[in-house]
């Protein structure tokens, strides 16, 4: 562990000589500061825009690295498009990088149902009911789906998002609480891979949903050491199952931690049913050395 002084880098074994600040040092340090911003976790938002505005204003874009876990869709105010421009405003946020979540998957299957891809054109739940009728009764929003459908800038990049991170200190970034991207592959770059090809295949978004519906596989501790163990993994953070803490919830001595607060106003027909910003909205804890 080494931290930064007038002098030079401060190292176990004493102080060592301070670089030569030329334009390659100079950027060596840049980068350094940048690996060592804290890191923020924003869960799912849920098309409520306003307050993610407001959760943000106190974390500055280039104070901090700052990683989303996908669900920008379905739950915000009906007709105001909230969760497109939820995920513009993280498209174009700095230092930011974001996964995908099954609300935005939805969305893009409920976009090309629309556009008529033939592949999805069958597609009924158990019930008998359309995947439309589904997706509304979700919270689903036809003004984000235009939103959307005009803008191929955000479509592009909702679809080139991956579904898994691994950040530097060896914490697994996803959006849901199961394990089934394990099957997707046996590294975080393999489990990518695939989910690019099923995104970039006419229907294949469908495919890329069914494994984002699971929950609490990590309830189970021995199931989520198996999980960390799979990827080379320290801890893994995630949203997609609610919680009603006033903090991101840790299990199982911090190795899992839910990000999922309840953050839009929007998605409860209980009145003042979301949970505090604080609850999805959070810097990460360091592990221990």
Known sequence: MKRFIASGWLEAGGLSPPRRMDAVGSADLILEAMQHRP?????????????????????????????FLGDFFQGGEPGAAGGAAAARLVMQRRNSRAVLGNHDLFLLVILERSRGVTELAEWRTRDGISIEELWLSRRGDWADLHAVAEDAELEGWLRGLPFMLMLDDSTLVQHTDDDRYAELGATVDEVNAAVSRHLNRPGGVLTALRYT?????????????????????????????????????????????????????????????????????????????
Do not use: K, M, N
């Open 39 to 67: 890191v923020l976790i924003v869960g799912d938002v849920q098309g409520d825009v306003e307050r993610l505005r407001e959760a943000l204003a106190p974390y500055p874009a280039d104070d901090v690295d700052t990683v």
């Open 213 to 289: 519906i699971g929950r609490h596989a990590f309830a189970d501790e021995q199931r989520l050491q198996r999980y960390l163990t799979h990827f080379g993994a320290r801890r893994v953070v995630h949203g997609h199952t609610p919680h009603w803490g006033d903090a991101p919830v840790a299990l199982h001595d911090g190795r899992v931690i839910s990000f999922d607060g309840r953050f839009s106003r929007f998605w409860s027909d209980i009145p003042d049913d979301s949970g505090p910003i604080s609850a999805t909205v959070a810097l990460l804890p360091e592990l221990p050395a």
